[in-house]
């Protein structure tokens, strides 16, 4: 059976992934969509051809949106009402969705996707992937999560099933909510891990202002931030030491606010993906 997807946003850096991934498989029937004069001449140098938005929607069986966060809702708004019956919408990010700015057809399915990534201990992933940190480049394995935001379990299995393959190779699925999807980004890996490494790394420009050289900052940085993380992930049985302890729960204080795990709730993250997906 040969599934045929339309993929809007295919000229763009996450489109032209896709493309990567799916395009010659004869399991699918690829589709581009592609407004931007520099996306369909990237399209046009691989020798794909970006179709008009409504010959590419006709009869779609999956429709994949790999545009901005902040236009999802209003491309939406014109894709959900132009699809047949049956076709399935994949998201590749949450917000839009869990922002409410996506509408919903009773007679659609709308799955969401996205990739954790390769994993920091992997010790399947072989030494020559080691420079593939985003994954969906058919080397380094990766896991990724998936949501039924609307419509039936069988659109979910067809959702998950291209999600897999445009992520290929796909090691786990996590099947979740909306929302938990939500919960883990923006707001875990991005509100929370992604502020708290720029502060880290802004610390170690300090220091090499006070007069360490660079290398040397990022080369013990860098380690220390690996064996840490073995260590609070619970990879290793090397604990931390008496001192290093200490320090950081002395720091504590200093560095959080009491009320920091605010930004974990449902209703910062609620706040979080409408700024991102309807900012006006």
Do not use: N
Not at 4 to 16: E, N, R
Not at 46 to 63: F, K, N, Q, T, Y
Not at 120 to 149: N, S
Not at 151 to 173: H, K, T, W
């Amino acid at each position: 059976m040969v599934t045929s997807v339309a993929l809007l946003g295919a000229g763009g850096k996450v489109g032209q992934r896709i493309v990567d991934q799916i395009e010659g498989d004869p399991t699918y029937h690829l589709r581009c969509v592609e407004p931007a004069q520099e996306g369909r001449e990237a399209l046009a140098s691989r020798g794909i051809e970006s179709l008009p938005r409504g010959a590419a929607l006709d009869g779609a069986d999956v429709v994949i949106l790999a545009v901005p966060d902040d236009v999802i809702g209003d491309v939406s708004k014109d894709v959900v009402p132009a699809v047949d019956a049956g076709t399935v919408l994949l998201l590749l990010d949450p917000a839009a969705a869990y922002a409410g700015v996506v509408p919903e057809r009773a007679d659609i399915g709308i799955v969401i996707t996205h990739p954790c990534h390769p994993r920091l201990f992997d010790p399947e992933r072989p030494p020559a992937y080691a420079d593939d940190w985003f994954g969906g480049t058919g080397r380094a394995a990766q896991d990724i999560v998936c949501a039924l935001h609307a419509g039936s379990d069988a659109a979910y299995q067809l959702g998950e099933g291209v999600a897999r393959d445009i992520f290929a190779p796909v090691r786990d699925v996590y099947r979740l909510t909306t929302e938990q999807m939500a919960l883990l980004e923006p707001t875990l890996a991005e509100t929370l891990s992604q502020t708290l490494l720029e502060t880290i790394h802004e610390g170690m420009a300090e220091v090499e202002a006070l007069g360490v050289p660079a290398e040397a900052a990022e080369a013990f940085l860098v380690g220390h931030l690996r064996i840490q993380m073995a260590v609070i992930f619970g990879r290793t049985d090397f604990p931390f030491s008496d001192a290093a302890q200490q320090m950081s729960t002395a720091a504590r204080d200093d560095l959080l606010e009491e009320d920091w795990k605010d930004v974990l709730t449902r209703e910062y993250t609620r706040e979080s993906v409408r700024q991102i997906a309807d900012p006006d």
